[in-house]
């Protein structure tokens, strides 16, 4: 499967941004997804990960109650809602498939391009 990573951009803090991850090659329901960052001279990490249903979804305890993940199989694309952003969310974002929704990124078989995200204080 290929993915490919869109939405980021320049935001101020407070601001929203939607992050999208679009699938070809096989359905994106055979995958758990998971969203991941990178800032410079950093780790990636983890952000948050949906199951292929859809219903149960994990989230960095950074991000919680600020960021919501989503996916629409029928449109072969997963989201990543981020609201309340703040300097520290900057980072280049990655969307990546996997066997199973997990925090931990050598679960993940595909991860797509990457799309940066900065925000302004």
């Known amino acids: 499967v290929q993915l490919q990573a869109s939405g980021g951009g320049f935001v101020q803090a407070g601001g929203s941004l939607r992050l999208s991850c679009a699938a070809s090659?096989?359905?994106?329901?055979?995958?758990?997804m998971g969203w991941f960052r990178q800032a410079p001279g950093k780790e990636r990490e983890f952000v948050a990960a949906?199951?292929?249903?859809?219903?149960?979804?994990y989230y960095a305890d950074s991000v919680k109650g600020r960021f919501t993940i989503s996916r629409d199989n029928a449109k072969n694309t997963v989201y990543l809602q981020m609201n309340s952003l703040r300097p520290e969310d900057t980072a280049v974002y990655y969307c990546?498939?996997?066997?199973?929704?997990?925090?931990?990124?050598?679960?993940?078989?595909?991860w797509g391009q990457g799309t940066k995200v900065t925000v302004s204080s």
């Open positions: 949906i199951s292929r249903s859809g219903v149960i979804t």
């Open positions: 090659g096989r359905a994106l329901s055979s995958y758990a």
């Open positions: 990546a498939a996997g066997r199973s929704a997990s925090s931990v990124k050598d679960e993940y078989d595909y």
